[in-house]
């Protein structure tokens, strides 16, 4: 995967995609914060864990 910038031509190639999806697995987003740690007080952690869904969903209008 590259990562860059977006330039005009992308957009013709972005509105050609289909707007539905099927997907058999999510993105579980999970959240550490620690309290108790002083200097840790204002910090927030999160990590994405990949979760299997029971069966196949169409995700769209």
């Known amino acids: ?3 860059r910038q ?3 031509d992308d ?3 972005c509105q050609a ?3 539905r999806v099927r997907n058999t697995h ?5 959240l550490a914060h620690d309290p ?3 200097q840790a007080a204002d910090e927030l952690g999160g990590t994405l864990h990949r979760s299997r869904l ?3 969903i169409v995700v769209g209008p």
């Not at 999510?26 to 999970?30: D, K, M, N, P, Y």
């Open 17 to 19: 995609l289909s707007p």
């Open 26 to 30: 999510v993105w579980q987003l999970r």
């Open 11 to 13: 957009l013709e190639r």
């Open 54 to 56: 029971p069966r196949s």
């Open 6 to 8: 977006a330039s005009p």
């Open 36 to 38: 108790i740690t002083p």
């Open 1 to 3: 995967m590259d990562i």
